[in-house]
């Protein structure tokens, strides 16, 4: 009876007597790797890491409140990510990356309407781009393309409108505020002016009184929201950044991908250890 197993020293043994095809069969497989990597086209992955910026900074408090300055941090929580990084994602956003980048072009992506054509670039965009949350409150935003120099653009411009947009929101807050206020300053001076000139000639002392004391309590009210108009157009004025950018991206000096050396190694040891197991396989008796 015939038995299937191999021991030690007949593994050895075969190994040896057969070294020489293991070795064709490596060389072989490692040049068919390196024709194929040459043929590749070469990607370049750019990369930036950026962190929010608090959002409580845009508060009128920060600039008017001395006692409440130094309770603020200048960088944002966890929340503050998430909102980043779902804005990063945004169809919005990535249709102005691929209209000012022109992706498109470099894509070569055809449909029948220019709509559908960008459409089906924002899914080739969004399997490119990586967002990724790191620790420490950071956001990794990565890149990959043939051409080093839009890899760097595609991501520095995304982080770019994603500012422009957070920034944004903070400023329509405020204006609508600053709106309403200039709306009710409005009102009370058109109100201070009806009780200044409804004073007839010839009145009671009492009469008077009563006219002025409301006449001051709307004046004081003036005062007020005055003041609180024009904090609030100062707060507008002095925007705080919604993100701040730690490291920017830059074009990559060298192709990411293929990475040649990994390729070449894995391929190595790939090919022999198939070409060990198929002659021990052939071998074994």
């Known amino acids: 009876m015939q038995s299937t197993t191999f021991n030690l020293i007949d593994i050895i043994s075969v190994l040896q007597n057969k070294w020489k095809s293991i070795v064709a069969f490596v060389i072989a497989s490692l040049v068919i790797a390196c024709a194929i990597l040459f043929w590749i086209p070469k990607?370049?992955?750019?990369?930036?890491?950026?962190?929010?910026?608090?959002?409580?900074?845009?508060?009128?408090?920060?600039?008017?409140?001395?006692?409440?300055?130094?309770?603020?941090?200048?960088?944002?929580?966890?929340?503050?990510?998430?909102?980043?990084?779902?804005?990063i994602s945004l169809d919005t956003l990535l249709y102005r990356v691929v209209d000012d980048c022109k992706l498109?072009?470099?894509?070569?992506?055809?449909?029948?309407?220019?709509?559908e054509t960008r459409k089906a670039t924002i899914k080739k965009?969004?399997?490119d781009l990586v967002i990724q949350k790191q620790?420490?409150?950071?956001l990794k935003?990565?890149?990959?393309?043939?051409?080093?120099?839009?890899?760097?653009?595609?991501?520095n411009k995304a982080i770019t409108i994603a500012n422009e947009i957070l920034q944004k929101i903070w400023k329509e807050n405020y204006q609508k505020n600053i709106e309403g206020l200039q709306s009710?300053?409005?009102?009370?001076?058109?109100?201070?002016?009806?009780?200044?000139?409804s004073v007839p000639p010839v009145s009671s002392a009492a009469q008077k009184e009563t006219t002025e004391n409301n006449k001051k309590q709307i004046l004081e009210q003036l005062i007020q929201y005055q003041k609180i108009e024009k904090e609030l157009q100062l707060t507008v004025e002095g925007m705080p950044p919604a993100l701040y950018v730690i490291e920017k991206a830059s074009p990559s000096v060298s192709p990411d991908k293929p990475n040649i050396i990994e390729s070449l190694l894995?391929?190595?040891?790939?090919?022999?250890?198939?070409?060990?197991?198929?002659?021990?396989?052939?071998e074994r008796k």
């Not at 935003?141 to 991501?155: C, D, G, P």
């Not at 040891?269 to 002659?279: E, G, W």
Request: proline share 2%; hydrophobic share 45%; no cysteine.
């Open 184 to 197: 009710t300053i409005s009102l009370l001076s058109h109100q201070y002016q009806q009780l200044s000139d």
């Open 43 to 87: 990607q370049y992955q750019s990369q930036a890491i950026l962190v929010p910026g608090n959002p409580v900074l845009a508060d009128k408090s920060r600039l008017f409140g001395t006692n409440i300055q130094s309770l603020y941090s200048i960088l944002g929580n966890s929340d503050d990510v998430e909102t980043i990084a779902g804005i």
């Open 266 to 282: 894995a391929v190595f040891f790939a090919s022999l250890v198939f070409s060990a197991s198929i002659i021990l396989m052939i």
């Open 141 to 155: 935003i990565k890149m990959l393309t043939k051409n080093a120099e839009l890899s760097a653009a595609i991501v």
């Open 104 to 115: 498109v072009e470099y894509y070569k992506i055809k449909g029948n309407s220019f709509a």
């Open 135 to 138: 620790e420490d409150r950071q």
């Open 125 to 127: 965009l969004k399997k």
